[in-house]
């Protein structure tokens, strides 16, 4: 099956500090999610994203289908961000069944 | 305007008692899953319905089954949990297709 990996699996940031984290998967795919998810442990969607740039206040994401991966771009990181963040792609093919990394662990010191 | 609902968020069980998760969705998506999350580790998934065809992942153990009465309902049955039960469980929804995915609170199993 595919591969995800992401990268670095620990960051711990000073607030107002900006940060970049990586998903790399092993096969072509037409689907992409990150998630957040927060302390209480709930996966909060933060974008989907198969190709292309988007953003969404401090967030933004951008990914390379053709090169496989995606970066998940933080910028004046705040305590609120902290947590852990997944990217998900499709197990195969069209599947609707997702294929989770190990996550990032961040978190944002005052 | 929750969309992925879970009950109980917090569920406390004996060794060996049977216990009952559940999930609802206002979404009127046809998937719905299960996942099994331990602390620092991704979401396991358990299984999965599409309408109301079940899809049993290969390693999940025996002790889990789940029911889905209706396109809203979903369940989660621990016949008898173990220590090793005790774990985050999340429930998900999506249309089918290439589709985001939108998760529950989770609820938090401990096991005594």
């Known amino acids: 099956g595919i591969q995800v990996e992401q990268s670095p699996p620990d960051l711990i940031l000073q607030e107002g500090a900006n940060s970049t984290l990586r998903c790399n998967f092993s096969?072509?795919?037409?689907?992409l999610q990150w998630f957040h998810q927060n302390p209480w442990g709930q996966l909060i969607n933060l974008f989907y994203i198969p190709s292309g740039t988007k953003q969404n206040g401090r967030l933004s994401a951008t990914t390379v289908a053709t090169e496989r991966y995606s970066l998940l771009y933080i910028s004046s990181s705040q305590t609120t961000d902290s947590g852990v963040y997944f990217c998900a792609v499709p197990a195969s093919g069209g599947s609707y069944i997702p294929t989770f990394g190990r996550g990032t662990s961040l978190i944002v010191h005052p | 305007d929750a969309m992925v609902i879970q009950n109980p968020r917090y569920q406390v069980t004996q060794f060996g008692k049977p216990v009952t998760l559940s999930c609802s969705q206002t979404l009127n998506h046809n998937v719905m899953y299960w996942y099994q999350q331990k602390s620092s580790q991704a979401p396991k998934l358990l299984f999965h319905y599409y309408d109301k065809d079940f899809n049993n992942e290969a390693d999940t153990p025996d002790n889990f089954q789940s029911r889905r009465p209706n396109t809203s309902f979903c369940f989660l049955d621990i016949r008898s949990p173990g220590l090793g039960d005790a774990a985050m469980y999340l429930c998900?929804?999506?249309?089918?297709?290439?589709?985001?995915?939108?998760f529950g609170p989770g609820t938090r199993l401990t096991v005594l």
């Open positions: 998900a929804t999506s249309s089918g297709g290439v589709d985001t995915q939108y």
């Open positions: 096969d072509s795919v037409n689907n």
